[in-house]
């Protein structure tokens, strides 16, 4: 499994922040959170408004993984990253690749729609609901206490909030609040058996 990862317009030194804070951010409940396997990580280096250019994310992904057309791959993308990422994902799966899942964080006015599972995290609950509007898939996050844009980015093992279920309503899937690293890697664990040779579905 790749992790595709497309920052947005801030120093890079956040995104270097948000994979540590992410996958190595000790846990109380680390059994239940912990990834089977460390995943690959290819981060998009875009920079001023490649960031918005689904082309140059797809390009820089031809490159990379060329020779692996059908293995599966997972965006992150974050902020203005989310408005390239989204269109490199389309991209990707209408040239046959194998998206598993997309995760937009504060993608906020960035419309998602795909064949593909979808699911965003946001800084707070407006910026939740509010990009329901525009495509979301079932099972997202929002931070209670809401906290600032960018601290999403560069501290997701620091920011607790909700997991909710937006396909029928918002309904509170767990009694207790999560970090958002938690989440994220709890929808890495629901999509990680898909590469082992056994489909589901």
Same mark, same amino acid.
């Given at each position: ?113 795909? &064949? ?5 995290? $946001?800084? *707070?609950?407006? %910026?939740? /609901?509010? #990009?329901?509007?525009?495509?979301? +898939?079932? &099972? ?5 206490? $809401?906290? *600032?844009?960018? %601290?999403? /980015?560069? #501290?997701?093992?620091?920011?607790? +909030? ?40």
């Amino acid at each position: 499994m790749t992790i595709i990862i497309c920052p947005g317009i801030h120093e890079p030194k956040l995104t270097e922040s948000f994979i540590s804070g992410w996958l190595y951010a000790d846990s109380e409940k680390k059994p239940d959170t912990s990834l089977p396997l460390e995943p690959d990580i290819l981060v998009i280096p875009a920079e001023g408004i490649f960031t918005l250019s689904g082309f140059h994310i797809w390009q820089f992904m031809q490159d990379c993984l060329h020779n692996r057309l059908k293995s599966p791959v997972i965006f992150i993308s974050f902020s203005a990253g989310v408005v390239g990422a989204i269109a490199a994902a389309t991209q990707w799966q209408m040239m046959g690749g194998n998206v598993q899942a997309f995760i937009a964080i504060d993608g906020w006015g960035v419309p998602l729609w795909g &064949d593909f599972p979808i699911h965003r995290l $946001s800084h *707070d609950y407006f %910026t939740h /609901w509010s #990009s329901l509007l525009l495509g979301s +898939g079932q &099972d997202n996050f929002y931070a209670e206490p $809401s906290v *600032d844009h960018l %601290t999403m /980015w560069r #501290s997701p093992q620091t920011v607790r +909030g909700w997991w909710v279920n937006s396909s029928g309503g918002e309904i509170n899937t767990r009694k207790n609040p999560l970090t958002a690293a938690e989440f994220l890697h709890l929808l890495l664990e629901r999509y990680e058996p898909k590469q082992s040779g056994k489909q589901s579905q």
